[in-house]
């Protein structure tokens, strides 16, 4: 739907979005065109797919921004190692997830700067954390 990317349409050159649920790109395109974006760009399939398509066509993303829901980055990570963004925002919702996730960048090259936890699910005790992390090259 574009809730995390779209916040960065004005400062970013393009964005592309890459979701498994079509409806959610209807809904990125809806709010795209309700706000009058220029270089907003979604599409639905797999992610780890697009992002290897990226890393060997050896295009450059300055950020990439992930929610990579319950399961965590898996096999999105050795692509995200390839492409080599200058940051990466990460939201997670399981702390043994974002443990392993953030393991897996930092062995990459990775330093947390800055860790946010958010309250999305009140009077839960679910806590989404979203962590901003840059590259040390």
Do not use: M
């Amino acid at each position: 739907s574009g809730n995390l990317s779209l916040q960065f349409a004005d400062g970013a050159r393009t964005i592309h979005g890459i979701e498994q649920n079509r409806r959610a790109i209807g809904v990125a395109h809806s709010n795209v065109e309700k706000n009058g974006l220029q270089g907003c760009h979604y599409v639905a399939g797999d992610a780890v797919g697009h992002l290897w398509k990226n890393a060997k066509a050896r295009n450059h993303f300055d950020c990439v921004i992930i929610d990579p829901g319950r399961a965590g980055l898996n096999q999105a990570a050795p692509p995200l190692g390839c492409l080599r963004p200058q940051s990466i925002v990460h939201l997670c919702a399981s702390p043994e997830v974002l443990a392993r996730d953030i393991g897996a960048l930092v062995r990459q090259g990775y330093l947390i700067k800055r860790l946010i936890g958010l309250e999305s699910f009140p009077q839960t005790f679910q806590v989404e954390t979203l962590t901003l992390l840059e590259s040390v090259d």
